[in-house]
């Protein structure tokens, strides 16, 4: 029996203590993005219609003794979108101001959350008064309404010009939905930024709008 | 000199036993016929130990000054370590080979199992020749193997051709396999490593109490209970996904296409696939697919049911640690309880007076 020439440099070994476990840790503080919970990471909230071929559902208002609403499940704003960019909150003063911007217009922020827990902000679509109404706005409004105490999917209908649902036979009551603390008025307020909140006449998408890009 | 978080040894040593290891049946392995180590010790030179029965209270290589232990699939050891020197406290620190090669190829097995498992763990001949270290012919190690397990009465002939074995066999094939793999070893945590090898071992041979009785009538009624359980699973989908106790296939992707759910692509193959273990990220989205998934798991694991159960009625299975991609055990489907569907956990009975174990 002989022994392999490199164990001369071996002996005397350096290995680690088990008992000093902790100190061994590798930092993987990177990586908690990914075992945060849904509520802790989320401190971006998406603001887009609920994905194809996922269950949602969307939380009863709950109302005091004079029926007045005390936890919305929606908020009427006023969105700016530019195609191709992103999407601006205006205050109802200044969308009022430009109200003869066509790329303005009213939504319902309505709050929902996924099966996966995943919660967000559908923006629907509201029509002017004076236009006839859309149906596909029509049909997501209709949509909101069913899923309030049930889970349902979006399924879109090219052809028909609309949405359609489809409802989960999974109860609410069965598969209980995961929403967080935080308030409509906080899911707003984490889906847009101070530098996508308009408020007055300074703010670049009016220089995008006036002369194509921003200074 | 030794730190908080570092231990320094001034010797290595490389034991190996042998014993009968009663594979697949459910019992603490048995007694070692002989514990054997190569040492290297504070001059660099080898000592051979030869132990057999009566063993004395503790090791000879343990004799004061701190040593490391390296092993290969040091599980084994920790059982003949407990049978042997049952007031010994195993070997701190220590270095299992077996857990390291699983660690640093780690990726390069999940790729060759096709990205969603990983493969088997290697043997010791199978290490050593991804690493290009002689070993011993496969023929002569079979041939002591079966001497090993074959009888109890062992001559003290036969007793000093299975050391010779151990020595010049599987200790001597660790030792050079250790130089190999000394450059790619994490020696900090290798031994965090190595004390969870022999404590798993510790749980195995505690088992699992299992209740016998329950256990016996479900393999005695399982052709009555199945057809129901398929009948049911149909019923619930509404759609003949088992006809005449054959599974279809292609009836459940087209269920799946008539509700919309998208079919998984097998990694393996590349063709579409229901496999349970490729829909399980998919089952909370769509309540069919859960309905599928939990009676599908239920009925493949009651048609399968092999619990490993022993001679004092506890389940004892290879745990398989690091068997995952994830570092995870990953012990048997089939053979080891808590690998069963979670509904068929009371099978588990506790004895008078025990909460759990």
């Known amino acids: 029996m002989t022994k392999p020439a490199s164990s001369e440099k071996v002996i005397p070994i350096t290995v680690g203590k088990p008992s000093s476990i902790a100190s061994f840790i590798i930092d993987q503080s990177h990586m908690e993005e990914f075992t945060k919970t849904e509520e802790e990471k989320s401190s971006a909230v998406k603001c887009e219609r609920p994905p194809k071929g996922t269950f949602f559902t969307v939380p009863k208002e709950e109302k005091d003794e004079e029926g007045k609403v005390i936890t919305p499940n929606s908020r009427l704003v006023f969105l700016l979108e530019l195609p191709g960019r992103e999407t601006y909150l205006l205050t109802p003063a200044i969308a009022n101001k430009h109200s003869d911007e066509d790329v303005i217009r009213p939504a319902l922020l309505v709050r929902y959350v996924s099966m996966l827990a995943e919660e967000g902000l559908w923006p629907v679509k509201l029509d002017p008064a004076d236009q006839k109404p859309n149906s596909w706005n029509v049909s997501a409004r209709n949509i909101v309404k069913a899923a309030i105490g049930a889970w349902v999917r979006i399924i879109s209908k090219q052809k028909n010009g609309q949405y359609r649902h489809s409802v989960s036979p999974k109860s609410i009551e069965q598969e209980k939905p995961k929403f967080s603390n935080r308030s409509i008025d906080d899911l707003i307020d984490a889906a847009y930024d101070e530098n996508h909140r308009v408020h007055d006449d300074n703010h670049e998408v009016w220089t995008i709008l006036a002369e194509g890009k921003a200074k | 000199m030794s730190s908080d978080r570092e231990i320094v040894c001034s010797r290595i040593v490389f034991p190996d036993s042998e014993f009968d290891a009663k594979k697949g049946r459910g019992e603490i392995p048995g007694f070692p016929i002989c514990n054997c180590a190569i040492e290297i010790d504070e001059n660099n030179q080898i000592i051979k130990h030869r132990l057999r029965a009566p063993y004395p209270q503790r090791p000879p290589w343990d004799r004061g000054t701190q040593y490391l232990t390296v092993g290969f699939a040091l599980g084994a050891e920790a059982g003949s370590f407990m049978h042997a020197f049952p007031n010994w406290l195993f070997p701190i620190p220590a270095i299992d080979l077996y857990a390291e090669y699983l660690v640093i190829h780690n990726s390069e097995m999940v790729k060759a199992a096709g990205g969603g498992s990983k493969q088997p763990g290697p043997s010791l001949i199978q290490a050593c020749r991804r690493y290009g270290v002689p070993t011993l012919d496969p ?219």
């Open chain 2, 139 to 357: 023929d002569y190690k079979e041939a002591m193997r079966e001497l090993a397990f074959s009888k109890t009465d062992h001559t003290p002939e036969e007793i000093t051709k299975l050391e010779d074995y151990c020595l010049d066999d599987d200790c001597a094939s660790t030792l050079r396999l250790f130089f190999k793999m000394l450059p790619y070893l994490d020696l900090l945590r290798a031994p965090i490593r190595g004390a969870f090898m022999m404590e798993i071992e510790r749980i195995r041979w505690r088992g699992k109490p299992i209740d016998t009785v329950l256990y016996q009538e479900t393999k005695q009624y399982t052709p009555l209970i199945l057809p129901k359980m398929r009948e049911d699973l149909n019923r619930k989908l509404g759609a003949e996904v088992y006809f005449a106790g054959v599974f279809e296939r292609r009836m459940m992707l087209r269920l799946m296409r008539q509700h919309n759910i998208p079919i998984p692509i097998d990694p393996k193959t590349g063709n579409e696939s229901c496999a349970t273990k490729l829909i399980k990220s998919m089952i909370e989205t769509y309540p069919l697919l859960k309905d599928f998934y939990e009676d599908k798991r239920m009925i493949d694991a009651i048609k399968n049911l092999k619990l490993e159960i022993g001679s004092d009625g506890r389940n004892r299975c290879w745990l398989n640690p690091f068997g995952t991609k994830t570092g995870r055990n990953n012990p048997s489907t089939n053979r080891e309880l808590l690998g069963l569907p979670h509904t068929m956990r009371s099978f588990m009975k506790p004895g008078p007076g025990m909460a759990i174990a």
